[in-house]
C-alpha cells in the first residue's frame, strides 16, 4: 500500500467500487454514469449481475463497451447481497487498496471517491471505514431530504447502523476480520462494519456524497420482519460474546 504524505500521493491507491445488480436494469446506467464521471482516475468498477431476470446483464455489457475498467461478474442465480460482494471482492483483491460499495439503485455524488480517498489516506492503518451524509431520494414522491450521518464513536455504531451503505471500505481492515457474512440477508453490512471497528476505526465526512433511492422494492420493503429478526438477533448475540 502507498504511503501517504504529499502531492497528488493519494491518487495512487487502487480503488474498486464494486455494484451487485439484481433486477434494477432501470438504474443501472444512472448507478455507473455516477462512478465514471467522479474526479479519482485509480478506479475500476465490478458489476455483479446476481442473477437478475431483466435486461440487467445487456445493460451492463453496454456499459462495459463504453467504458474502460469495468468488469461484469455474471452470476447464473442470485446469490444475494453478500456473496455478490464478497465474489467481487474476491476478484479484484489482487490489485485493490479500498474498495468502496453502491447499490445499482443508488449512486455517487461529485467528489465521493476522492474526498473518501483522501481522509482514508490520512492514516490507512487505522482508518478501516470512511463514510459521509447522505441524499434520500424517493424515486414515487420525487422529494429529496438530506439524512446527516452521526460522527463515528464506537457505542453509536453498536446502538445503530450510522454508517452508511456507500462506505469507502479499508483491505487492510476485510484482511483482519474477514469478508461479509454470507448467511446474513439483511443487517450483512452493519455486521461488518462492527466487526472493522473492533481493531480499525471509522471517520465521517459532514456532507452527503451518495444518493440514496427509495424505489418501493428496497429490501426495507421486500424482505421479511422475521428475517430482519433473525438478523438482528444475531449481531446482538455476537455484540454479548464479545463484552462477555
Known amino acids: 500500500m502507498p504511503e501517504s504524505s504529499t502531492g497528488n500521493l493519494e491518487n495512487s491507491f487502487r480503488v474498486t467500487v464494486i455494484i451487485p445488480c439484481h433486477n434494477h436494469a432501470s438504474f443501472l446506467e ?21 442473477g437478475s431476470s431483466d435486461k440487467s446483464l445487456e445493460v451492463a455489457t453496454d456499459l462495459s463497451r463504453r467504458h474502460d475498467n469495468i ?7 442470485p446469490s444475494g447481497p453478500s456473496a455478490a460482494r464478497n465474489g467481487a471482492i474476491r476478484h479484484a483483491w489482487d490489485d485493490t487498496d479500498f474498495f468502496i460499495m453502491l447499490d445499482a439503485d443508488d449512486s455517487y455524488l461529485p ?41 463515528y464513536t464506537r457505542a453509536e455504531l ?6 452508511s451503505n456507500t462506505p469507502l471500505v479499508n483491505k487492510i481492515a476485510l484482511m483482519n476480520v474477514g469478508l461479509y457474512d454470507e448467511d446474513m440477508r ?59
Not at 481522509?119 to 441524499?135: C, F, N, Q, R, S
Not at 453498536?158 to 454508517?163: A, D, F, G
Request: net charge negative; charged share 25%; proline share 3%.
Open 111 to 151: 467528489g465521493k471517491i476522492s474526498k473518501s480517498v483522501s481522509v482514508m489516506a490520512e492514516d490507512p492503518y487505522k482508518i478501516g471505514l470512511v463514510y459521509a451524509d447522505v441524499l434520500i431520494e424517493n424515486l414515487e414522491t420525487g422529494a429529496t431530504v438530506l439524512e446527516t450521518r452521526k460522527p
Open 186 to 244: 439483511v443487517a450483512e453490512d452493519w455486521d461488518l462494519w462492527l466487526r472493522i471497528t473492533e481493531g480499525f476505526v471509522a471517520v465521517h465526512i459532514p456532507e452527503p456524497l451518495s444518493t440514496y433511492s427509495v424505489t418501493g422494492v428496497n429490501c426495507a420493503e421486500t424482505i421479511d420482519s422475521e428475517v430482519w429478526q433473525e438478523n438482528w438477533a444475531k449481531i446482538g448475540e455476537r455484540l454479548a460474546a464479545q463484552s462477555g
Open 30 to 50: 444512472r448507478s455507473v454514469d455516477s462512478v465514471v464521471n467522479q474526479d479519482y482516475e485509480n478506479k475500476k468498477i465490478i458489476i455483479v449481475n446476481d
Open 158 to 163: 453498536e446502538m445503530e447502523c450510522i454508517v
Open 71 to 77: 468488469t461484469i461478474i455474471n452470476n447464473e442465480s
